[in-house]
């Protein structure tokens, strides 16, 4: 799995950003799971929509859906090009 592309939805008032990340393929538990490896990750399983948050400081905020082809990422300091290559870096590791 990797990220294809992100668009900005949203330029905010406060300097922070929100983009729509897409991947590869759906997201799923495992990937989910891994992304504890960038900071404090919430994962709600048992939701009819399984829904996972992943907060790093005050850095970002990653927030979706299992099963989903995109994200919202909520960026608040930071380059964009370099938290996506993380991203795709943890994501190799499934």
Same mark, same amino acid.
């Given at each position: 799995?990797?990220?294809?592309?992100?668009?900005?939805?949203?330029?905010? %008032?406060?300097?922070?950003?929100? #983009?729509? @990340?897409?991947?590869? /393929?759906?997201? &799923?538990?495992?990937?989910?799971?891994?992304?504890?490896?960038?900071?404090?990750?919430?994962?709600?399983?048992?939701?009819?929509?399984?829904?996972?948050? %992943?907060?790093?400081?005050?850095? #970002?905020? @990653?927030?979706?859906? /299992?099963?989903? &082809?995109?994200?919202?990422?909520?960026?608040?300091?930071?380059?964009?090009?370099?938290?996506?290559?993380?991203?795709?870096?943890?994501?190799?590791?499934?």
């Amino acid at each position: 799995m990797k990220i294809n592309g992100s668009r900005m939805l949203e330029d905010c %008032l406060d300097g922070s950003f929100i #983009f729509e @990340l897409s991947y590869s /393929e759906p997201v &799923t538990e495992e990937a989910i799971l891994i992304l504890n490896t960038l900071g404090e990750l919430e994962y709600f399983s048992s939701f009819p929509k399984p829904f996972y948050r %992943l907060v790093q400081n005050d850095n #970002f905020q @990653l927030k979706g859906v /299992e099963g989903e &082809t995109t994200s919202r990422l909520f960026l608040f300091k930071g380059s964009l090009k370099h938290l996506i290559d993380e991203l795709n870096t943890v994501f190799k590791l499934l």
